[in-house]
Each structure stands twice: as structure tokens, then as C-alpha cells.
């Protein structure tokens, strides 16, 4: 169903008091079959953010960096958030299920007690460039039945402020605007925002969430007046705790993404696409997994 953007009033009590705690870079890696791809969270700089576990952003014209794509692999215990700026990704996995990720939406899968899917680019040549989150599922949801949903660039709502940007609304609220994403446990936001030169935003992120800012097209400033803090593209800024966040573009376009989610504040054991409480949850999943019981 398309959606209009459509615009919210400008009253609110909230004081978007949450300012930039630390910064840090991705690292360039590889995953997959060989993509190229930068890690932003899950890297020695920023282990993890609980409730999250993994930010990647792809982002290549040059075929070779993303030909190879994700064949076959597992996940247990946890859910992903593919985004598409530009370019196309089909997914299958092992449940008979199959789509098309194209520019402007997103895939949102949870593995839950197992998944075996392969994500393969569907294009030869031309720019790729999208983002994989990956969202912790609490202990009590572990061994849930795995679901996905396509959602495609029109299921995503738009929202435009007062003075022009444009937010899309993945997961979370702007006002009364809710993203398709939700009824978690962490309640994630996950917010796509298109400042204009000299544009802002005002965004609510609850206190008690966990939250980032990454600015991917230009650079943005984050914080309320005298705290406020520029970020420049790639470089991913950690929220102070408030209840809401402050971005501004300086004088040229910028975009950023916006996250934030409850921490579960639960033990975290990983072993590659197995995120887990217990050691012996892990052995346990590796075992179901060799077992074809995924
Ligand atoms: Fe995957």
C-alpha cells in the first residue's frame, strides 16, 4: 500500500536532549562469498550496542566487491534488518521462502531456533548500497519459529517534519507515524533521515534505549544547542542517554540512520551467526545445525 509522506505538528515536550557519547569508524572486511562490505558495529572499537550485534554497510559500484554475495548460511537466535539504498538482493532460505530486495526496502528476518538463507546479489554491475542490522531477540525468544517479511520501498512510511526533511519510518514512531517494524521485546526504532541543507530533525528515542546515529550521505550535527557534535559520513556516533536526539544539516544535503532499541541486558554468547545465552545453547545450535534440524 502506498503511503504519502505526510507531516506531523511541531508541539512536544520532549527537551532531543541526547548528544554524541563517543565516535568511531568502521573497518573495511569481507563476508559471505567475498563481499566487501564495512563493519560498523562488531568490531574491537564497538563490540557491541545491546540490543545490537552487527552493523554492516555494503557499498560498492564495482561488481567484484559484491558478486559473490551470501550463499547458503545459517542464523540462530536472533533477527536481521537488510536495508537497500540502491540496488537489488534476492533472499531464499530453506522454509521455501523467496523475494527481491530492491532500493528503498528492507528485509526483516527472524532467524528465531534456525534459518539457513542465502542473500545473492541480482544485478551484474551498477551500485550497491544497503545495510545489515542485526537485533539480539531476548533469551525467552531464542528458539521462536522463524519469519521474515518483505517490506517494500512504498510499506515503509515517510514522514516530513516542519522546515522539509523527510524521515522513513522503519521500525519505531515519528509522532503517530509507525514503522513496520515492531512488536519486539527491544522495541526498535529505525529511522532513515533526509535533512536538507540547513534542515533538522527532532526525534524521540526513548530513555532506557541504546542508540546510534550514522551518517551515510554527508555530514550531520547531533546534540541539542552547545553540545552538539559534528559527524561526518561513515563515522558512527553513540547517544548519552535522553529522551530524544537533535540532528542538523550543515550547509548541503545529508542523510543519516537513526537506531535505537531496549538493551536486553542478558548474557551474549556468540559463535558466528549463532548468538546465544550459554555456551552450551551455542554447542547445542552448531549441533542442530550439522543435523539438518534447522
Ligand atoms: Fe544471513
Known amino acids: 500500500m502506498a503511503q504519502a509522506a505526510r507531516s506531523i505538528p511541531t508541539t512536544s515536550s520532549l527537551a532531543f536532549d541526547r548528544s554524541i557519547d563517543r565516535s568511531m569508524r568502521g573497518t573495511r572486511t569481507s563476508d559471505g562469498a567475498g563481499v566487501k562490505l564495512t563493519r560498523v558495529v562488531g568490531t574491537p572499537l564497538l563490540r557491541r550496542l545491546d540490543p545490537f550485534l552487527m552493523l554492516d554497510e555494503f557499498r560498492s559500484d564495482e561488481p567484484e566487491d559484491y558478486l559473490a554475495g ?3 548460511h545459517p542464523h540462530r537466535g536472533f533477527e536481521t ?19 527481491i530486495l530492491a532500493a528503498g526496502g528492507a528485509q526483516w528476518m527472524t532467524a528465531g531456533r534456525g534459518i539457513v538463507h542465502s542473500e545473492m546479489p541480482e544485478q551484474e554491475e551498477g551500485l ?3 545495510f545489515q542490522l542485526w537485533l539480539n531477540l531476548p ?8 519469519s521474515y517479511r518483505d517490506l517494500q520501498s512504498e510499506d515503509i512510511p515517510r514522514v516530513t517534519l516542519p522546515g522539509g526533511s523527510v524521515v522513513r519510518v522503519l521500525g519505531g514512531a515519528v509522532g503517530d507515524v509507525t514503522g513496520p517494524i515492531s512488536g519486539r521485546a527491544t522495541e ?10 540547513g534542515g533538522s530533525a527532532e526525534l524521540a528515542v526513548p530513555s532506557g534505549h541504546e542508540g546510534f546515529v550514522y551518517p551515510f550521505h554527508g555530514d550531520v550535527v547531533v546534540g541539542p544547542p552547545g553540545r552538539e557534535r559534528a559527524l561526518a559520513r561513515g563515522e558512527l556516533g553513540v547517544l548519552t542517554s535522553g529522551d530524544g536526539v537533535r540532528l542538523r544539516a550543515k550547509d548541503a544535503a ?7 532499541g531496549k538493551p536486553l541486558g542478558e548474557p551474549i554468547v556468540q559463535y558466528g551467526p549463532f548468538v546465544m545465552t550459554t555456551p552450551e ?9 550439522q543435523a539438518g534440524r534447522f
Open 70 to 72: 551470501f550463499p547458503d
Open 81 to 99: 534488518i537488510t536495508y537497500m539504498i540502491a540496488g537489488r538482493f534476492r533472499h531464499r532460505d530453506n522454509r521455501g521462502n523467496e523475494g
Open 128 to 130: 550497491v548500497h544497503g
Open 139 to 146: 533469551r525467552k525468544d531464542k528458539m521462536c519459529e522463524p
Open 188 to 197: 526498535p526504532i529505525y529511522l532513515d533521515v533526509e535533512l536538507a541543507p
Open 254 to 260: 545529508a542523510r543519516a540512520l537513526v537506531v535505537a
Open 281 to 289: 545453547e551455542v554447542e547445542q545450535a552448531v549441533r542442530d545445525f
